[in-house]
Every structure is written in C-alpha cells, then in structure tokens.
C-alpha cells in the first residue's frame, strides 16, 4: 500500500527549460511534505517542503505547489541546469505521527541534458 | 563538520552472517533513523529512535535491531543476513521540526550472497 506515489520513474527536459515533478498521496492526514534531491552515491539531500495549509512555497528556481483537493503535489524547477540531474524523492509526514516518521515515493530520475 | 557518517560505506556478507552498521551525527539531533532504498521501493523506514536510549519499528522491521546507547549514535545489526537485505542503507537525523528535513548519510551499499 503505496501512499505516496511518484508515477514517473524517469524525465529528461533540455537545459532552460521548466521541469515539473510529480507526487500524489493517499492519506488526507499528511501535514507536511517535503522534496529530497539524490545524487548517485550520495545520501539524498532536503530540498524544499511545504505545510498542508499552504498551496505553494518557492525557493530560488524551486517551487512546491500543493493541491489538497486532488491529494497532489508537484516540484517546478525553473529554469532547468545540468546539475539539476539527480533523482527526486517526495516524502510526507502524517499529522499525528510521532517520531518524525517521513513516508518517501519511489522517485523520479531527472535528465537535463544541455 | 561531518554531519552524518556511515560506517562502512560498502560490505559484501554470506547469507547467515551478521554485521552492525553504524551512524553517527555530530549535530545534537535528538531523532534519527534508518531506511533502506531498493529500485522501484523509495526509501522505506526500517528503525527509528527520538532520543537517546529509545528505539521503535518503523515499516520493514524484520530482520533488524538497533540500539541507541548515546545521543550521537544509532546503530543498525542483522543477526543472520539474508539475500533480501542486500540494499543501500541510509541513516539520517533530524532536530525535530519536520520544516528543517532530514541530514541523511552517504548510505552503506551491502550485499549477501
């Protein structure tokens, strides 16, 4: 039972252009969600989040937007750079969570080839 | 500053062999956490603990302990490895507001055979 999805394993976009990210979940007692960046042989890295009663949170070229209504959010990158190329993991956290527990999606591998 | 360091980084066992993997943070993070990553599975949650002396299971528990004897570091150990748990395990710690995520480790690549 996968509650947060990532339905596209890979994406390529040219260098400049906007990649979008894609994240849907199952569970309407998320309150936080967050986008992790992994380089290969790395640890991912935290990248941007966003609260649950917030729609949009924006950071430099990064932008989290969150529809509650269709369970769905995304991660706009703009404009797109080489070094952008990494996967790109969503994760949630539940309201009532104790511990900080994240729950992460499968994963997106994003190319820029220039 | 370290931040988080895994040890060891790669580690080929035989099936029934044992091993611990260690994680250690120079943050003064209270929570930490183990996951592991396979292809097509994300990162799924094995252990966690929210402070020192303290441990809980997370997702995929089975076939793992952990022990958090001093703030600064958690320790995961397979008793009796299995082919199924070749993975590449990341440990990660957090302060304890979700809005500053998690600092993960480079990962420890293992196989069993």
């Known amino acids: 039972d996968q509650q947060v999805k990532q339905n596209s394993p890979s994406l390529s976009v040219q260098e400049g252009r906007i990649s979008i990210l894609n994240c849907d979940y199952t569970?309407?007692?998320?309150?936080?969600f967050l986008w992790y960046k992994k380089y290969p042989a790395e640890g991912p890295t935290f990248l941007i989040s966003?609260?649950?009663?917030?729609d949009k949170n924006e950071d430099g070229r990064f932008t989290v937007f969150l529809n509650k209504s269709a369970k769905h959010l995304s991660l706009h990158i703009v404009p797109s750079q080489p070094g952008d190329s990494a996967v790109y993991f969503c994760?949630?956290?539940?309201?009532?969570?104790?511990?900080?527990?994240?729950?992460f999606g499968q994963g997106t591998e994003l190319s820029v080839k220039p | 500053n370290a931040g988080v360091t895994q040890t060891p980084k790669f580690r080929v066992l035989k099936t029934g062999q044992s091993m611990t993997l260690l994680c250690a943070q120079d943050?003064?993070?209270?929570?930490m956490y183990w996951y592991r990553q396979d292809p097509g599975m994300g990162l799924r949650l094995i252990h966690y603990s929210v402070g020192e002396g303290t441990t809980a299971k997370g997702e995929v528990p089975d076939g793992y302990n952990v022990s958090r004897l001093k703030k600064q570091n958690f320790l995961l150990g397979l008793e009796s490895a299995a082919p199924s748990q070749t993975s590449v395990y990341f440990c990660?710690?957090?302060?304890?507001?979700?809005?500053?995520?998690?600092?993960f480790g480079s990962g420890t690549r293992l196989t069993v055979v």
């Open positions: 966003i609260s649950s009663i917030k």
């Open positions: 990660a710690s957090t302060p304890g507001r979700v809005d500053y995520g998690y600092t």
């Open positions: 943050m003064n993070h209270e929570y």
């Open positions: 994760a949630a956290r539940g309201r009532y969570n104790q511990g900080g527990k994240l729950i």
């Open positions: 569970n309407s007692m998320f309150d936080y």
